[in-house]
């Protein structure tokens, strides 16, 4: 009995202990601890409520490659860790806290902050930022040279310092000074490409930048033909030279041109035929000298000509889809027809390289179609060469020797009167002829100011008068009366002036092809074409053609405003038509949407231009090119 009244009067103890403690939380004030933080990492538990004289533990968590640079408590700031961008800061020895309540989490980046016996309400405001760390580059070696960096934040005296945000890839450049090269790059981290080295920055990094002291290599190019080098040096017409590294042995080919003999060397002292080798333990002038094969003369029977030949158009005549600007380009398609019916623009582009190249230029900053140095005569021979057909050219005396380059036979008028005779009896053959004008003679009445350079082809010929025949006008298909493109007459006297003064526009390193100039094929029929196949035509694009990816990636941050993006979207377009007709329409597809973009540069901002060029047109010249 005994124990059972004291169990009972426990029960009834506890139990009067228990309704008053649940009487006081009902009437305990609570408050509100509210947490916020910025970007770069959280505050947990975002915000609580709790009851007088209670308490609980945040905790501020920097994302990863961030750091917490300052925790405010109700607007007083209670922990600070700001060094300025130009220090390196990734959080790892920061300064104590003012408030108590805030701990580090051992050697982590976490901290922690205990209310304990809250009385009110409270805001814990945090605050993140990016890592910073710093990056060193060394330079060493005989040489001397300067390293930058994109983005820019290297500071150089004796050694290179820079202070970058966590990830930030960092593009290091090594810039050899005068007699000097860049030797290589010595690091535990980044990816090197040549004087480039690319860094992603996720800690201290120290990097070594390597320059050899250097001699310079001059060779000079006589006559018609090249100079490799194991450097990778290519020289041509003139003098030109390079540094290379002290003491390294540079070996060198001479490349004759198809019209050109290889003669001799001058200065190296191992020769072994075509090849030379040269020790580079001081400055060394080289000359490969190379003479011309002779042209053969070309017999053309001018006796007894009719007094009017006006060829008959072609079975078909090729659509010129809008390919202005390649006039000698254009006139050869027109003179391909009248061999094989099967001639396109398309083909006649592709054939030449026109497509997949795309070049910078130094000349006006622009990019271009065609490969660096590639002018339209080597242009134009890759195209014949594609048809397999021979020609003949005719000239007055005095012609560049580059215009001779793989002709078959040469005509060398003296005269005006024999030039036209010569235009007449190949015309009499049934073979239009190509030939250079002035349009400014040509078409006097024209406006056009002298050194107007066109190229058309000769169709037929009267007493008083020449005439051409155009590719049919248009992109779209649509009927064309033939009198505007077909056998249109020009009067004879204007044609001789146009004809004689085209001979004297300078056409760069060429100087000039001379008065009376006309190309015309060996009489050949469309089953005797030797046609290169479409993989041998594909692999032309693919030698002429650049990385055009990292062309642009070169060039991006250059001015090319006054690019010709017409032309490049033209040129890009027909390479795309051939692809299709030839059974690579994805290939195609790419070209096709290039063509549209190129030509959707035209008229934008330059910062628009360099936009679309680093987007949407790197990701195509990429996929076409893996495509084809």
């Known amino acids: 009995m005994e124990v059972t009244h004291m169990r009972r009067a426990c029960i009834a103890a506890f139990s009067c202990l228990w309704l008053s403690a649940v009487s006081r939380a009902a009437t305990d004030p609570t408050f509100i601890l509210s947490a916020t933080a910025s970007s770069g990492g959280k505050v947990a538990p975002a915000s609580v409520t709790v009851r ?12 990863k490659g961030h750091h917490v640079a300052e925790v405010r408590l109700d607007g007083a700031t209670i922990f600070e860790d700001r060094k300025g961008a130009s220090v390196p800061n990734d959080g790892s020895a920061p300064p104590p806290p003012s408030d108590p309540g805030l701990v580090r989490s051992g ?3 976490v901290y922690k902050y205990t209310f304990r016996d809250v009385r009110e309400s409270h805001a814990l405001e945090a605050f993140f930022e990016i890592d910073t760390f710093e990056l060193c580059v060394l330079r060493d070696g005989l040489g001397a040279g300067v390293v930058t960096s994109a983005p820019e934040g290297l500071s150089c005296d004796a050694t290179c310092r820079g202070v970058f945000p966590y990830n930030t890839i960092v593009e290091l450049s090594a810039v050899p000074e005068e007699r000097s090269v860049f030797d290589r790059w010595i690091a535990k981290t980044g990816r090197a490409k040549g004087a480039a080295l690319f860094i ?7 990097v070594t930048a390597r320059f050899a002291r250097a001699y310079r290599l001059t060779v000079a190019v006589i006559g018609n033909g090249s100079v490799v080098s194991s450097s990778k040096s290519v020289f041509g017409a003139g003098a030109g030279a390079v540094m290379i590294k002290e003491n390294a042995t540079v070996k060198l080919r001479a490349k004759p041109a198809r019209d050109a003999l290889f003669c001799g060397w001058t200065g190296p ?3 072994s035929g075509a090849a030379c080798a040269v020790l580079m333990d001081q400055d060394q002038f080289i000359v490969a000298a190379f003479g011309a094969k002779i042209v053969p003369p070309y017999d053309l029977d001018t006796a007894d000509l009719p007094d009017s030949v006006i060829l008959e158009p072609p079975a078909v005549i090729p659509k010129g889809k ?3 600007g390649h006039c000698y380009l254009e006139s050869l398609a027109m003179q391909l027809a009248y061999v094989d019916p099967a001639a396109s623009i398309d083909e006649v582009f592709t054939f030449a390289g026109l497509g997949a190249a795309l070049s910078y230029s130094r000349y006006g900053k622009s990019f271009l179609g065609a490969s660096a140095g590639d002018w339209t005569w080597t242009l134009q021979r890759r195209a014949m060469a594609g048809y397999g057909v021979r020609f003949v050219l005719g000239h007055s005396p005095g012609i560049s020797k580059e215009y001779l380059k793989g002709a078959w036979a040469q005509l060398t008028h003296t005269t005006a009167e024999e030039a036209l005779n010569r235009l007449k009896a190949a015309l009499r053959t049934g073979r239009p002829v190509q030939v250079h004008i002035d349009l400014a003679y040509l078409f006097p009445e024209s406006g ?4 107007a350079s066109h190229f058309i082809a000769i169709t037929g010929y009267d007493a008083n008068a020449v005439y051409w025949t155009e590719l049919e006008p248009g992109y779209i298909d649509f009927p064309v009366d033939p009198s505007e493109y077909v056998n249109i007459r020009a009067d004879l006297a204007d044609f001789m002036a146009a004809w004689e003064a085209a001979g004297w526009i300078n056409k760069g390193s060429f100087t000039c092809c001379a008065p009376y100039w006309m190309l015309f094929f060996e009489e050949t029929q469309a089953s005797e074409l030797a046609k290169i196949s479409v993989s041998d035509a594909l692999a032309i694009q693919a030698s002429v053609s650049q ?3 990292l062309v642009i990636d070169r060039y991006a941050k250059s001015d090319f405003s006054r690019s010709p993006w017409w032309k490049i979207a033209m040129e890009k377009r027909l390479f795309g038509e051939y692809l299709r007709n030839n059974g690579f329409a994805a290939a195609a597809d790419c070209y096709e949407l290039l063509s549209e973009e190129y030509r959707a540069c035209e008229g934008l901002p330059l910062d628009a231009q360099r936009a679309k060029l680093s987007g949407a047109i790197r990701a195509l010249e990429v996929e076409g090119r893996e495509r084809y």
């Open 52 to 63: 007088a004289g209670t308490g609980t533990t945040f905790a501020i968590v920097p994302w």
């Open 107 to 109: 050697a982590s980046k």
């Open 200 to 206: 992603r920055i996720t800690k201290a990094a120290t």
């Open 269 to 271: 002292s191992r020769i």
């Open 322 to 324: 809008g390919a202005y």
């Open 448 to 451: 056009f100011a002298p050194g």
């Open 547 to 549: 990385d055009n990816a």
